[in-house]
């Protein structure tokens, strides 16, 4: 009996420890990403397919920018994917960052009531915040340091517009969110292209103003300096980027659509 319980314990043992074993050998990495490619649907899409090409896990946190970008900065994440081309350059020139590199891009749209009440529709996106300023429209800011905000203060800005209105509100949010507090109120809101297709609870918005070039829309991926953060998961991480930039991880991209409407277009080494 004795015999029998000391082989019952030590089968139980190795158990544990294989178990505990490929735990340890388990490759997951840390992605600090935007809420567009989240809310979008694009990671369910693409992520299951660089894992079947590398074995490696991705965990996703979706935060603004500006955010996913200090998450990195922190050491807090082993890639960044986001899209802001100015805060980008910046956090490799700062040292946080190794070479940043284009991936795929959509656009920004102005998404508003289908009656229009601003008369906003068209292809100028700086007169529709011209004539949204001047009506004290309601207009729904990020309000977040994410990158679609960047944009929209670029697009303010060069509107000639530091008062923009009592309609103006800031909801300090993501995409998904600030479509919804749109949606609700009869809100005008700037999106980005991809979000707004996977988004749901349209009411009665419409897309009211694309197509304008300033509305261009680019992302990029950069590893995490292991020289300012040692844990950085070069390896894993530099696979992901390669792998994403690759043809493959670019047709991976270029296949996601929804009611057949392709939502990123790959530019990598453009």
């Not at 992605?31 to 369910?44: C, R």
């Not at 809100?187 to 292209?193: F, G, K, Q």
């Amino acid at each position: 009996m004795k015999t029998f319980k000391s082989t019952i314990l030590k089968a139980t043992l190795g158990a544990a420890l294989a178990v505990a074993a490929l735990a340890a050998s388990a490759q997951t990495i840390v992605m600090s990403s935007t809420t567009s490619t989240e809310q979008s649907g694009l990671f369910t899409y693409l992520l299951p397919e660089f894992k079947k090409a590398s074995g490696i896990d991705i965990k996703v946190v979706a935060l603004g920018t500006g955010q996913a970008l200090d998450m990195a900065r922190r050491g807090d994440a082993d890639v960044v994917f986001v899209h802001d081309q100015v805060a980008e350059e910046k956090f490799v020139a700062d040292g946080f960052g190794l070479k940043r590199q284009a991936v795929m891009y959509n656009d920004f749209v102005l998404i508003g009531p289908k009656a229009d009440p601003v008369a906003t529709k068209g292809k100028d996106i700086v007169e529709a915040l011209k004539k949204l300023a001047a009506a004290n429209g309601a207009f729904i800011s990020r309000g977040d340091k994410s990158g679609t905000h960047a944009a929209e203060l670029r697009f303010w800005k060069m509107a000639g517009l530091d008062a923009k209105g009592s309609g103006y509100k800031e909801c300090g949010c993501g995409m998904g969110p600030a479509l919804n507090i749109a949606a609700s109120s009869g809100a005008y809101v700037l999106a980005d292209r991809a979000t707004w297709l996977n988004f749901k609870n349209r009411a009665d918005l419409a897309i009211l103003v694309e197509g304008d070039k300033r509305l261009f829309n680019q992302y990029g991926v950069m590893v995490v300096n292991p020289a300012k953060h040692p844990q950085v998961k070069l390896a894993d991480a530099q696979k992901f980027v390669d792998w994403i930039v690759s043809p493959a991880g670019q047709n991976v991209i270029a296949g996601y659509k929804i009611g057949g409407e392709q939502l990123f277009f790959p530019n990598a080494g453009q």
